[in-house]
C-alpha cells in the first residue's frame, strides 16, 4: 500500500507542484488544510515561496502553525521545501517583526557578497560529508530491499533549481551547500525533519530522486 503524504495547504505559492512530485514518487500525496489528515498521514511536506513574513501569517491564519509543529515533534517525516524550510526556524532578516515556526534553532540570513537577488538559477550541491548517512543518521532511514541507500543517496553534485534571497545561516545541520559565490545552506537535516532550500519538484530527475528516496523511505 503506497504511503499517505500530507501536502500542507496554507494557501501561498504553487503547492499544486509539490502535490503533483510526491504523487509521481509513488505516494498518496494530498494538499489538504485539515489538521486531522495532516496527523494521520504518514508524512508531512510544508512548501513556501515569496516572503517569510507573508507566509508565517498565512500559515497562522489557516491555524495550521500547532499541527505543523505537532507533527515534526512526534517523529513524523517531515520535508519542507524553499520558503517551508526557512519557516522553521525561529526569525528571518526578511520579516524581523515575524517570528517562525521555532521548530529549528536559529536565524534565516539575507544571502551575503556582492551577488545579484534573488539566486534564481540552477546551481550545483555538494553533501557536506562523504558518509553523509553516518553523520546524519535519525533521517536516513534505509530501504528494507536496499539496505545501502539513503534520502540524499546519489545526489552529491545533483544540479537543483534554486529561487530565494535568504537562507538560514545553521552549519550544524548542514547537509547540502551550493555556492553563490561562498556557500549557502542548501540542505538541513535533524532528527525526523529534512529541508531543501531548492525545489526539488521543479528540479528534473534528480530533484525527482530525491522526491522517491523520501517515499521509499517511509
Given amino acids: 500500500m503506497s504511503p499517505s503524504v500530507a501536502v500542507v495547504d496554507y494557501g501561498i505559492g504553487n ?19 485539515d489538521p486531522n489528515r495532516i496527523l494521520k498521514a504518514d508524512a508531512v ?30 517523529g513524523v517525516p517531515f520535508l519542507a521545501i524553499c520558503v517551508g524550510m526557512q519557516m522553521l526556524y525561529d526569525s528571518s532578516e526578511e520579516a524581523p517583526d515575524v517570528s517562525g515556526l521555532g521548530i529549528l ?7 551575503r557578497g556582492d551577488v545579484k537577488l534573488p539566486h534564481m538559477q540552477w546551481n550545483q550541491i555538494e553533501l557536506t560529508h562523504r558518509d553523509w548517512a553516518s553523520k546524519h543518521a535519525p533521517f536516513t532511514k534505509m ?14 553534485r545533483s544540479w537543483m533549481y534554486f529561487v530565494h534571497s535568504y537562507a538560514p545561516d545553521d552549519k550544524s545541520r548542514t547537509a547540502a551547500v551550493c ?18 532550500q531548492f525545489h526539488p519538484e521543479k528540479s528534473g530527475p534528480d530533484g525527482q530522486q530525491l522526491l522517491k528516496n523520501f517515499v521509499l523511505s517511509l
Avoid at 516572503?51 to 508565517?56: A, E, I
Avoid at 498565512?58 to 502553525?65: G, K, M, N, V, Y
Avoid at 530501504?143 to 552529491?156: M, T
Fill in 15 to 33: 503547492l499544486f507542484s509539490a502535490v503533483q512530485g510526491i504523487a509521481r514518487a509513488g505516494a498518496n500525496s494530498e494538499l489538504t488544510s
Fill in 45 to 74: 511536506v510544508l512548501p513556501g515561496v515569496g516572503h517569510f513574513g507573508s507566509c508565517m501569517k498565512a500559515i497562522r491564519a489557516a491555524r495550521l502553525e500547532a499541527v505543523v509543529k505537532e507533527v515534526a515533534d512526534k
Fill in 105 to 111: 534553532s536559529g536565524e534565516v540570513c539575507r544571502l
Fill in 143 to 156: 530501504y528494507a530491499s536496499k539496505p545501502n541507500v539513503q534520502i540524499l543517496e546519489g545526489l552529491d
Fill in 179 to 196: 555556492y553563490y559565490p561562498g556557500p549557502i545552506t542548501a540542505a538541513v537535516a535533524e532528527g525526523n525533519i529534512l529541508a531543501t
